[in-house]
């Protein structure tokens, strides 16, 4: 390589010399300045993207706040006694008890509840009034119309 390079003429040198440090420069650009080029624009980009989901987060969280009066709801399990005994009590107190065809606990806390031929609007009274006063939640609701106008059957999963 060394006796080809002598070989060639002071012009030819210098054009291969050139030639050479072109290709350097393009091979330095292409291996190593636009994958770097590259990535930090696609980490800019997410983020930015994380930033506005959080904007988006810490809004929600203000709204539901709000909305929820902030009222902190218990983490803490409540036991099948418990919940057996509130529902119970609130199912005699609006008058369901008669349309409460099953109850059964759930090994993750909660309570399974079928009802048949029951008022609609009753039960949705009742279920309001479960969520507030008692701090339940309804996590599954069937319900399907029934014979009887404006009575229905339905299955509620609450916690």
């Known amino acids: 390589m060394k006796q ?3 070989s060639l003429s002071a012009r030819e040198r210098i054009m291969v010399q050139i030639a050479a440090l072109v290709v350097s420069l393009f091979l330095l650009y292409l291996l ?3 994958p770097v080029s ?3 624009e696609m980490n800019r980009k997410k ?3 994380a930033q506005q989901t959080l904007q988006w987060m810490q809004k929600a969280a203000e709204e539901i706040r709000a909305l929820s009066g902030n009222k902190t ?3 803490q399990p409540k036991s099948k006694q418990f919940l057996l005994g509130v529902i119970d009590r609130s199912v005699k107190k609006a008058g369901l008890a008669a349309q409460m065809k099953r109850i059964q606990p759930e090994t993750e806390g909660g309570v399974r509840i079928w009802f048949e031929q029951v008022e609609f609007d009753s039960l949705i009274r009742w279920l309001s009034g479960i ?3 008692q701090d339940l939640v309804v996590n599954e609701i069937n319900i399907e119309k029934a014979e009887t106008p ?3 059957n339905a299955r509620l999963y609450l916690n």
Do not use: D
Request: proline share 0%.
């Open 4 to 6: 080809w390079f002598a």
């Open 32 to 34: 190593v300045i636009e």
């Open 38 to 40: 590259e990535h930090y």
């Open 47 to 49: 983020v930015a993207n």
């Open 73 to 75: 709801v218990s983490l």
């Open 131 to 133: 969520e507030q006063q």
């Open 150 to 152: 404006g009575r229905v």
